[in-house]
């Protein structure tokens, strides 16, 4: 496996029977040039990447540091979520993290609208995010705040072999902001995020939403809806209130059967 071209001190492009890929390992290029062995031993990842120009580009752009960081950041991410992420990951997070640094050093902050949602929502890559951010901190000096978690939490998701895009993600996540909203209004009610009732509703909400994206239904039998809706009439009342307006604003159409247990949501936040 022959060196084609250095990116820096941690990674290289190699020919490696006659296809092209990317090697990375710690002092993978220390002394090393162009047609030099690789050393087997110092490669961690090797992968073929479809978008391996802009990546180059990429880590010719970057300080070495970032890129080592978000290394460390996916590595440990792989390890707590029990997978490979999509090689798409080694752009996006690197490219997300090097311009979150020089946004911070330069004092500029981005709050991230989606925080709580994205905390219960994706709760293991958001956990993730908070360590990546310690380990920020004790690398750099630099302290990121909580909103850089849920950013990094979003890019982990969609790096997730069943994370699906990053817009589709967005999207999901601010229909179910909405949909919570309009409960909280109807009831007339504030929400503690750390409520288990919260909790519950809103994973109820995320595969709600992602069934119906898939064209699945929660069924429940007609007797059980019956008696649902008769016994909590204003939790039933709360619950067309939100299919009327997810239908409006986002064109999304709530069977009836998901309305049954979205009332049952609705009525445990009523009554806690």
Do not use: C
């Amino acid at each position: 496996m022959k060196i084609k071209k250095i990116l820096n001190n941690n990674a290289v492009v190699v020919t490696d029977h006659n296809e092209e890929k990317i090697a990375i390992g710690a002092g993978i290029a220390f002394q090393k040039k162009k047609n030099d062995i690789v050393n087997p031993s110092k490669i961690e990842k090797l992968f073929v990447m479809k978008e391996n120009e802009k990546f180059q580009q990429l880590l010719l752009q970057i300080p070495e540091e970032h890129f080592a960081l978000s290394e460390e950041i996916i590595t440990y991410a792989e390890e707590a979520l029990g997978g490979k992420l999509n090689d798409h990951i080694h752009i996006a997070l690197t490219d997300h993290l090097s311009f979150a640094i020089e946004r911070i050093r330069d004092g500029i902050i981005l709050k991230n609208k989606l925080l709580n949602e994205i905390k219960i929502l994706y709760k293991k890559e958001f956990d993730i995010g908070m360590w990546a951010l310690r380990h920020i901190e004790k690398k750099t000096g630099i302290k990121m705040p909580v909103d850089e978690a849920a950013f990094i939490a979003l890019h982990l998701h969609t790096a997730n072999l069943n994370g699906g895009d990053m817009k589709q993600t967005l999207r999901q996540t601010a229909i179910i902001g909405d949909m919570v909203q309009t409960i909280k209004d109807y009831l007339h009610i504030n929400i503690d995020e750390d409520d288990l009732s919260y909790q519950r509703l809103m994973t109820h909400l995320r595969f709600t939403i992602s069934r119906i994206s898939n064209g699945e239904t929660n069924t429940i039998d007609d007797e059980m809806l019956k008696m649902i809706t008769t016994k909590f009439p204003t939790a039933f009342n709360g619950a067309k209130k939100v299919a009327k307006e997810l239908s409006v604003n986002h064109s999304i159409h709530l069977p009836e059967h998901e309305l049954g247990y979205l009332t049952l949501h609705i009525e445990r936040l009523r009554k806690r």
